[in-house]
């Protein structure tokens, strides 16, 4: 809680917060009609895609703004076209302004959706890149991506399940079992340890 530790004094943050900081943080959160919607990758298999893209392309070398940018376009798809403008907050990652390349990964979202559904929304897209500390939003979403975590790394689903009636949808790409696409768990489909694959 000391300032110059640069952690829970300055933003709440999951992963550094006490266990009874962050009691009270998920307990602050039930209290807010909070929608949460998530990509969740598989590292494993995003490393199998990079060796065999190595494979067939001697000069490929895996950045991983190309998978942070593929997965907003994936978050973002059915999304931007409801309102009449959008301010989108994204966590600084780095020294490096990815404001116009996060604005890039948005709009060839919302035109294949305009296309695929016949919409014509136009809505200002603005995106501003912060830092947690300074938008309680980016500090929630911390949250329930680390409940998330939590759930697919450890199995460990009493976080998520706490928070799930703020999920609306996670999309699994990498669970193929079913479909090629993946799999989406919303309400009336949960997310549960029972659901997810093997390790």
Same mark, same amino acid.
């Given at each position: 809680?000391?300032?110059?530790?640069?952690?829970?004094?300055?933003? !709440?943050?999951?992963?550094? %917060?006490?266990?009874? $900081?962050?009691?009270?943080? !998920?307990?602050?959160?039930?209290?807010?009609?909070?929608?949460?919607?998530?990509?969740?990758?598989?590292?494993? =298999?995003?490393?199998?895609?990079?060796?065999?893209?190595?494979?067939?392309?001697?000069?490929?070398?895996?950045?991983?703004?190309?998978?942070?940018?593929?997965?907003?376009?994936?978050? !973002?798809?059915?999304?931007?076209?409801?309102? %009449?403008?959008?301010?989108?907050?994204?966590?600084?990652?780095?020294?490096? %302004?990815? =404001?116009?390349?996060?604005?890039?990964?948005?709009?060839? $979202?919302?035109?294949?959706?305009?296309?695929?559904?016949?919409?014509?929304?136009?809505?200002?897209?603005?995106?501003?890149?912060?830092?947690?500390?300074?938008?309680?939003?980016?500090?929630?979403?911390?949250? !329930?991506?680390?409940?998330?975590?939590?759930?697919?790394?450890?199995?460990?689903?009493?976080?998520?399940?706490?928070?799930?009636?703020?999920?609306?949808?996670?999309?699994?790409? %990498?669970? =193929?079992?079913?479909?090629?696409?993946?799999?989406?768990? =919303?309400?009336?489909?949960?997310?549960?340890?029972?659901?997810?694959?093997?390790?």
């Amino acid at each position: 809680m000391q300032p110059e530790a640069k952690k829970t004094a300055l933003a !709440f943050h999951a992963k550094d %917060d006490v266990a009874e $900081a962050r009691w009270q943080v !998920f307990s602050l959160l039930r209290q807010y009609d909070l929608r949460f919607f998530a990509v969740v990758r598989d590292k494993r =298999t995003v490393l199998d895609y990079v060796r065999q893209r190595n494979e067939r392309e001697i000069e490929y070398r895996y950045n991983p703004n190309e998978l942070y940018d593929s997965l907003v376009r994936r978050l !973002f798809k059915n999304l931007l076209h409801k309102d %009449d403008a959008y301010n989108i907050y994204f966590a600084k990652r780095g020294k490096s %302004d990815r =404001t116009v390349a996060l604005r890039e990964a948005l709009e060839p $979202a919302r035109r294949r959706f305009n296309t695929q559904r016949e919409v014509a929304s136009a809505a200002p897209i603005n995106v501003i890149a912060a830092a947690p500390r300074d938008y309680a939003g980016l500090q929630a979403v911390d949250y !329930f991506l680390w409940a998330l975590q939590r759930l697919y790394e450890r199995r460990e689903e009493r976080y998520v399940e706490l928070m799930w009636p703020a999920f609306r949808v996670v999309h699994d790409v %990498d669970d =193929t079992r079913q479909t090629k696409y993946g799999v989406y768990y =919303t309400q009336k489909k949960p997310l549960t340890a029972a659901a997810l694959p093997g390790i």
